[in-house]
């Protein structure tokens, strides 16, 4: 069982003037406690609910991850997701393989149909209806596999239309960069996993045997192996968390299939302290 920390909330200490310096101390801290992955939201603004209002602090997750990969020397680096709206496909090809070339081989891409309209509509970015975002995903994934597979040619889709897929550098990792889907549809998002995907990524609780159910029919309709997938899952936790607790949580994760968790801390206005919370908890899960 590996742990990754996503960092979804920068209101800290300090303010704004300390979120690159408590960002670098937190990476390099978390790093050197055990934690094989870093993400971030591919957000411009905060989520609301829970985590915050939409007006709090929300770095714009390419640069945080380019800053991250200098800070950092073997973590996994990625975003928890992108949304597909958010980028043209050939661009956020490029992106990747830059920040992999940057990182040394430690780039991923977390990708998924989008859902924060608001956030959207607010900076006038496209939000198309719900089929529409899945098919343009579906052909983001295939543009950024063409691209990263050092294919050339063109692509011309519903969406999308390329007239050479150039990408250069590629960046070390072989075969392509970590490509995750993240969601829990069980009609398209779960077979674009089954067929495209290194990872499905879920959000944990009692839903995740069954979800991986789905998944793994899917693997068998598109004659994928199942095992080939690799099944993360993403669980929050406060400062009121008991360590007993966060521990029964991952481990019933493990139980279920899952072998990569990603946790995010709530309330913490030291991110250190959000690190030390869970990277306490690696003895006992790690080997498990």
């Known amino acids: 069982m590996e742990l990754g920390l996503h960092i979804a909330d920068f209101t800290w200490d300090g303010g704004d003037p300390e979120i690159g310096g408590r960002l670098a101390d937190t990476a390099r801290h978390a790093e050197a406690s055990g934690i094989s992955r870093i993400t971030v939201m591919d957000h411009y603004w905060q989520l609301g609910g829970a985590i915050g209002p939409p007006e709090n602090a929300m770095p714009e997750a390419y640069t945080t991850l380019g800053f991250l990969a200098a800070h950092t020397e073997r973590v996994l680096l990625h975003t928890l997701v992108t949304g597909v709206v958010y980028h043209p496909p050939g661009v956020l090809a490029k992106q990747i393989s830059t920040l992999d070339t940057l990182s040394g081989g430690r780039a991923g891409l977390g990708l998924g149909a989008a859902w924060y309209e608001e956030e959207a509509r607010g900076l006038g970015l496209p939000f198309p209806p719900v089929a529409e975002r899945f098919d343009r995903l579906e052909e983001t994934l295939r543009i950024c596999l063409g691209m990263w597979s050092g294919e050339e040619g063109s692509f011309e889709g519903e969406h999308y239309r390329l007239e050479r897929m150039l990408d250069n550098p590629r960046g070390p990792s072989e075969p392509h960069p970590y490509l995750l889907i ?15 995907a ?16 789905v998944l793994k029919r899917h693997c068998e309709d598109v004659g994928r192996d199942y095992a080939e997938v690799e099944k993360t899952a993403t669980i929050s936790f406060d400062a009121g968390s008991g ?19 990603y946790a995010f801390g709530q309330g913490f206005s030291d991110p250190r302290a959000a690190v030390d919370h869970l990277a306490s908890i ?3 899960v790690a080997d498990a």
């Open 243 to 261: 360590r007993d607790d966060l521990v029964k949580r991952v481990l019933e994760l493990r139980g279920a299939g899952i072998t990569a968790v």
């Open 282 to 284: 690696l003895p006992e």
């Open 198 to 213: 290194d990872a499905c990524n879920l959000f944990g609780g009692p839903e995740v045997p069954h979800k991986l159910d």
């Open 182 to 196: 993240g969601g829990m549809g069980e009609k398209r998002t779960l077979r674009l996993v089954a067929r495209y």
